[in-house]
């Protein structure tokens, strides 16, 4: 038990090194690069504390060079899914009753590690097993995981601070205890730190976790186990499975311990889980928690009073970072007429400065797509927008897999704001606009709100402050994460707690308090000093 009021340390945000040429961390993340890419790993499942091999594996191969092997990982069956949930079960009998200075001590340490010698090694997975440019992946896997581990500790205690009132009479406090069973955290492959958030802030809380990374994102998952083996997460805490997701999945929520869900992937995939969970709900033992950020389509609008060249560079960051692969990637923008030309000029000057090809070469800002499917589907829908007459292609259209998944980043201009990809999730490099009316402002604000399903991140431009505040009001349901005068991508845990809500998930706030709280069953505990010894109140008295 504790023995003191304990202190963390204040969080900060971690800084982003610059890798610029003849920098050390550019020669040190080069040279894990080629170590690893040329080298071959063996990935297992990591149950109770030891590796799982089960002799079936997968290859993994980096998206831009999708012939080039640098390792397999194990596949599970069920008898492997039943052993990872009964052994979190058999650790969380003294996880949950550890004190909880101790647990931040492990996840304290776990941070420290990636800021310092796991640092090169985590980015360079990231960069093969994703095609992460250094930026995205220093961003990502470094200094975000990095800020997530050290927030997460300073809110846990922030939680455990808000206690109620008490009186002479009676002391009044309340234990935020873990859940009762398991939790199942299933992450995706485009952010290696939601893949680390997700199973830790709820190991965090006391909780035992079963974890199903993407089978995209397994290389730099790897690297995620061995910083937390090594900052010291007991045996059983954290259990890593690969494999059919179906099955997996089936296993854990058919188990009557299952108590929570932690989830970041697709709005199919979550609503049908949602339902799944639903349907098994006489199963359990408690209802379980549900956390999800799932799709988007994000939108930037811009008011006549804009500035073009910042229109226009938060249209090429916010849609092309990464080839558009981010949950908060614009995907879909409003241009009033009196902007475009503008607009479009310097948008089209910046994409003939872009290079596209492997993250090894750092001149690169465009590398490949995550896998075929995905390409395949892009390709597919560019190819719908050059034959159909409501939609022109005025840069980019074209697309190569001979060697990597590499499609070119695309702007689409369309007559008809209802076309196809303005309101289809599409997860690329792409991204349509419609030139609207610049007298039609408030118009298209109504038409921004009724688009999508999803609601996500949202971004304004505009140097009047009227507009600014009638695009705030109009699109309040819009986005669950609202950039004036930005790009509608970048948050940064601890200031911009991230998530969105109607499609887009339950908003539960990643990175900060709220979600955290997602993890907890308080328990109200109330002491009384005097005990009283007569049920007659004075009430009663003649």
């Known amino acids: 038990m504790g023995k003191g009021f304990f202190n963390v340390p204040i969080a900060v945000n ?10 050390p961390e ?5 040279k894990a690069y080629k170590d690893m890419y040329n080298s071959k790993i063996d990935v297992p499942m990591y149950i109770n504390g030891k590796d799982v091999e089960t002799g079936n594996t997968r290859t993994m191969s980096p998206p831009h060079d999708h012939q080039h092997i640098v390792g ?6 069920k008898s492997h899914i039943e052993e990872a949930i009964s052994t979190a079960l058999e650790a969380r009998k003294k996880w949950s009753q550890m004190p909880w200075e101790q647990r931040t001590g492990i996840f304290l340490k776990a941070a420290e590690l990636i800021a310092g010698p796991y640092r090169a090694k985590i980015n360079a997975a990231t960069m093969i097993a994703q095609s992460k440019n250094i930026y995205q992946a220093e961003i990502d896997a470094a200094c975000e995981l990095i800020d997530f581990l050290r927030f997460n500790v300073q809110f846990m205690s922030e939680i455990y601070m808000d206690q109620p009132e008490s009186t002479s009479d009676a002391w009044n406090r309340i234990e935020y205890r873990p859940l009762e069973g398991f939790t199942y955290a299933v992450t995706p492959f485009n952010f290696t730190a939601i893949a680390g958030n997700l199973p830790s802030c709820m190991a965090l809380m006391g909780n035992v976790v079963v974890w199903k990374p993407s089978d995209s994102q397994i290389y730099s998952a790897k690297v995620i186990m061995d910083v937390f083996k090594e900052a010291g997460v007991p045996d059983g805490v954290i259990n890593v499975v690969f494999g059919d997701p179906v099955m997996i999945t089936d296993t854990v929520l058919n188990s009557p311990d299952f108590s929570g869900l932690h989830f970041t992937g697709s709005t199919t995939i979550f609503k049908s889980l949602w339902k799944q969970i639903g349907n098994n709900i006489d199963t359990y033992k408690t209802y379980p928690r549900i956390v999800g950020e799932t799709g988007g389509k994000d939108f930037i609008i811009a008011h006549k009073s804009a500035n073009a060249k910042q229109v226009a560079t938060a249209i090429v960051r916010g849609a092309f970072e990464f080839q558009g692969q981010k949950c908060s990637a614009a995907s879909r923008a409003y241009i009033p007429n009196n902007l475009w030309e503008d607009v479009k000029d310097f948008v089209l000057a910046d994409l003939k400065s872009f290079k596209m090809g492997s993250p090894e070469d750092m001149s690169n800002f465009i590398t490949a797509v995550i896998h075929e499917g995905s390409f395949d589907k892009l390709a597919k829908y560019i190819d719908e927008a ?6 022109e292609i005025i840069a980019g259209g074209n697309y190569d897999k001979s060697k990597g998944y590499f499609i070119e980043p695309t702007v689409i201009v369309t007559k008809n704001p209802k076309y196809t990809t303005m309101c289809t999730e599409l997860f690329g490099p792409v991204i349509t606009i419609y030139v609207y009316d610049q007298e039609a402002y408030s118009e298209t604000l109504k038409l921004v709100d009724e688009t999508s399903e999803y609601a996500l991140t949202g971004a304004i431009l505009a140097s009047c402050r009227y507009a600014i505040e009638e695009a705030t009001t109009a699109l309040q349901n819009s986005a669950g994460n609202f950039y004036i005068n930005d790009k509608p991508t970048g948050a940064v845990v601890g200031q911009q707690p991230f998530g969105g809500a109607r499609a887009s998930g339950t908003n539960d706030k990643a990175g900060s308090a709220q979600n955290l709280l997602r993890w907890v069953s308080p328990r109200m505990i109330k002491e009384t000093f005097v005990t009283p010894v007569d049920y007659r109140y004075p009430f009663l008295g003649e």
């Open 386 to 391: 050059k034959a159909h007459t409501d939609a």
């Open 14 to 23: 971690e800084p982003v090194k610059s890798y610029a040429p003849g920098s």
């Open 26 to 30: 550019r020669e040190e993340v080069l």
């Open 72 to 77: 397999t990982y194990h596949v599970a069956e």
